[in-house]
């Protein structure tokens, strides 16, 4: 059913047969990039836009409860063959497949293909070389495609030949769909215990899909028994990951107009156990306009991976710099340092978002700068007195667990004498004492102060934006070919389109995806590795001044 308009209307139906209420929104058809969105229609006094029960949500206890898929699921999964996600995953593919499936009308409306990078063309994907994320799709889809070829292909098939199929063949790419569906639309959804663990067995027994007349998947919220609806008041909440239909089709935006929430009681929306969205407008909302809800402050690598979209200038946007684990191995005096650094629980790698460069030498003035981004110094104080607290220290971005790890790589044959003397004073002659990890840092960063750290740090931003700009060139390159960018959403534009110009730059938008996302990358190890220049400027001078 190729016509939008009319997958929306079963669908709709379908929703409606479930107990699902647009009390005041629809679904529309966006577009081609989009795929469809919910749109308010009416003015709601309790700001309530949309309820959907939550025995209608894909959860790990709907794959377990259902009459076809829970018998085989729940043998593996007691023997911890599959996970939550991946009893959600072959639900998916087995329901995608199966040809009188009551969850049709919702998977229909379903994208057949996404934009994240697992579904990137070779062409497509060597946009990426060079950055974080091109290792990760590569390791990630060899293994989908491991965890495919040994448990989820002939589990599958020997569900459907349960099911009286045996002819529909089953690829891997049913499977990379399911997974694209759940993580891209799967929600961490806070329920009542009771609902999630019924004290009695029978508790959801008349709560297993069936269908009515015209064969809709339907949950009667009069199935819901006493027991049920009570525990939910007494009991504490469980969080569940799950797809809730309906809810699942608002569309990200910076600037959010609602937000969903659970509704264990009934008491809001007169719905026992249900999910809501909930208007976050301070005036009724306009008739036609999109109602958008929030993924999270996510950069653009998080945002790719998952939901297959970027955001041109994201103020959420980081970065990511570690230290190569295997490299610990290949410096002087590793084992001394390696001991030192699981001593003080050291973290290899560090999380940087575009925010912190507020708080730096060079501030950006993004707007969602704040105190909350600046990074605490561990070592405070100087045993001996002669370490000063250094005049840039607020105005040092990178986190401190961060220097400390990389303080303690840094060491010099010296310095680590004078620690290893000073950590074995402070642990007593007969070691009485167990050393904590403040210990290590602390005589670490008396000795050494942070020039050492900087220059590592300064090393390993060097390498970074070296790697990028190797494959795909420099950042204002990257610029430039966005400036002529133009996007194909579909094989349709393409005909439509001309050919390349010096004006225009014909790209598919995940080609366009792969440049806003490493240009954002190579802007951004600039930006750090400016930071961290001077700051080590700065602490060798300072560094000169201690006797």
């Not at 794959?63 to 063959?81: I, K």
């Not at 300064?458 to 960018?485: C, I, N, P, R, Y």
Request: aromatic letters at 8%.
């Amino acid at each position: 059913m190729a016509n939008p308009e009319a997958k929306l209307e079963t669908f709709l139906h379908w929703l409606q047969a479930n107990g699902v209420d647009l009390r005041g929104c629809n679904i529309k058809y966006c577009d081609s990039r989009k795929g469809f969105g919910i749109f308010s229609d009416k003015d709601v006094s309790d700001g309530v836009l949309l309820v959907v029960p939550l025995e209608l949500a894909i959860t790990p206890m709907r794959v377990l409860q259902d009459p076809f898929l829970g018998p085989e699921c729940r043998a593996l999964f007691e023997e911890g063959d599959v996970d939550d996600r991946l009893l959600m995953m072959l639900l998916l593919t087995v329901e995608r497949l199966r040809k009188d499936s009551l969850w049709k009308p919702y998977l229909d409306m379903l994208p057949t293909t996404f934009g994240n990078t697992l579904w990137f063309n070779e062409e497509e994907l060597q946009e990426l070389r060079g950055t974080a994320l091109y290792r990760a799709t590569e390791l990630q889809k060899k293994s989908l495609v491991n965890l495919y070829e040994t448990k989820v292909k002939d589990l599958v098939k020997k569900l459907l030949t349960l099911d009286g199929d045996s002819e529909t063949e089953v690829c891997f790419e049913d499977f990379l769909w399911a997974n694209s569906v759940f993580w891209s639309r799967a929600l961490n959804i806070p329920m009542p215990r009771s609902h999630v663990f019924p004290e009695m067995q029978d508790v959801h027994q008349n709560c297993t899909p069936k269908a009515d007349e015209k064969g809709s998947q339907v949950t009667n919220p009069d199935d819901l028994t006493e027991e049920t609806t009570h525990n939910t008041e007494q009991g504490d909440t469980v969080w569940v990951e799950g797809l809730v239909p309906g809810i699942d089709f608002c569309n990200h935006d910076l600037k959010p107009i609602a937000t969903w929430e659970v509704d264990g009681t009934g008491l809001t929306t007169r719905v026992p156990v249900s999910m809501y969205l909930l208007s976050a407008a301070q005036s009724p909302l306009q008739i036609g306009r999109e109602i958008s809800i929030s993924y999270g402050n996510k950069g653009n690598e998080e945002l790719l991976y998952l939901y297959g979209f970027v955001i041109d200038g994201n103020t959420d946007d980081y970065l990511m710099v570690h230290y190569p684990a295997e490299a610990i191995n290949t410096i002087p005096f590793a084992e001394s340092k390696s001991q030192l650094l699981e001593v003080q629980k050291a973290e290899m790698r560090c999380l940087l978002p575009k925010t912190l460069l507020d708080n730096g030498f060079f501030p950006l003035g993004t707007q969602n700068s704040g105190e909350n981004n600046k990074c605490n110094r561990v070592c405070n104080y100087s045993w001996s007195g002669q370490r000063k607290i250094p005049s840039y220290v607020n105005k040092l971005v990178f986190p401190e667990k961060f220097m400390a790890t990389l303080r303690a790589i840094a060491m010099q044959e010296d310095e680590l004498f004078k620690v290893s003397s000073m950590l074995e004073e402070l642990a007593g002659p007969e070691g009485e004492r167990e050393l904590s990890d403040i210990d290590v840092q602390s005589a670490i960063w008396e000795v050494c102060g942070d020039s050492g750290a900087l220059q590592v740090l300064v090393d390993l931003l060097h390498v970074k934006l070296m790697d990028l700009e190797e494959h795909s060139g420099t950042e204002e390159s990257d610029f430039e070919l966005l400036k002529k960018a133009l996007i194909i959403d579909n094989q349709e534009d393409n005909k439509q389109m001309a050919n390349d110009s010096e004006e225009t730059k014909l790209m598919t938008r995940n080609k366009w995806s792969a440049i806003v996302y490493r240009r954002g990358q190579k802007q951004l190890t600039r930006l750090f590795l400016k930071e961290a220049e001077h700051a080590l400027q700065l602490s060798m001078t300072e560094e000169m001044s201690v006797p």
